[in-house]
């Protein structure tokens, strides 16, 4: 059964440094989603992609954060200058929308900034 | 996002027992879905809702759409030990595409 993959599963950085989170979605699904997860909260939106731009972001998707979907497979979310807060799973979404808004979710990659 | 109330928060449940757990929103959702999260890892789908009244399900557990569309549940009949886990509620509202997700309901089975 297709699945949504990322890499890495873990990631430990510094303050201040910059990160890469990557996915592969689902291949024929054209929507796109990061979430992340401080530990122990729920799981909280942050952007949306669709047709190589994005649809929507949240309030916490500030200037630190881009998305890219470089060539027909990944979709990337980089942090510029990481904070403590940062700290978290990120999760990537992909979904089809055919008969309603269904999102896959991937595994996870788990992100600690000392 | 959207506001989910999601109860009970958590349960101690004995194998073989019913579980119940649901979802209210101020607002009306086009679609529910109800995941499960293992610790360490993602959400894994495992009932989608798309249509008010509409009742599902997927093996062992079933799941209806509230008729207002502001509410739905999730039954897991016969409960086994690999039941445990946190299992979420989400959706997107009217006219939205970004799921908002309850705060989950941490479910505990013992043998």
């Known amino acids: 059964e297709p699945e949504v993959t990322q890499t890495p599963s873990h990631q430990v950085t510094q303050m201040g440094q910059e990160v890469i989170l990557r996915c592969v979605p689902i291949s024929n699904h054209l929507y ?34 881009s ?3 470089p060539d027909g497979s990944n979709f990337t979310l980089k942090i510029r200058s990481t904070k403590l807060e940062d700290s978290a799973m990120y999760f990537c979404a992909s979904g089809d929308r055919r008969g309603g808004e269904t999102q896959y979710f991937g595994p996870g990659t788990r992100l600690l900034v000392l | 996002g959207q506001q989910l109330n999601q109860s009970p928060q958590s349960m101690f449940i004995q ?21 499960k999260q293992d610790p360490g890892e993602g959400p894994v789908l495992l009932i989608a809702l798309y249509k008010a009244g509409e ?14 569309r502001k509410d739905s549940f999730l039954n897991i009949s016969a409960s086994i030990p690999s039941d445990v886990g946190i ?17 989950g309901t941490t ?5």
């Open chain 2, 107 to 111: 479910v505990t089975v013992r043998a």
């Open chain 1, 32 to 65: 796109f989603y990061w979430y992340r997860q401080i530990l122990g909260q729920k799981v909280e939106f942050l952007v949306s992609f669709y047709n190589n731009e994005i649809s929507e972001k949240s309030e916490i998707f500030d200037d630190q954060f």
């Open chain 2, 87 to 103: 299992y979420f509620c989400a959706g997107p509202s009217y006219n939205d595409y970004k799921l908002s997700f309850g705060a």
């Open chain 2, 15 to 35: 194998e073989g027992e019913d579980v119940s757990m649901n979802c209210t929103s101020s607002s009306i959702f086009n679609t529910w879905l109800w995941y």
């Open chain 2, 55 to 68: 009742l599902t399900s997927n093996g062992r557990l079933t799941a209806q759409f509230g008729i207002t």
């Open chain 1, 67 to 69: 998305v890219e979907r």
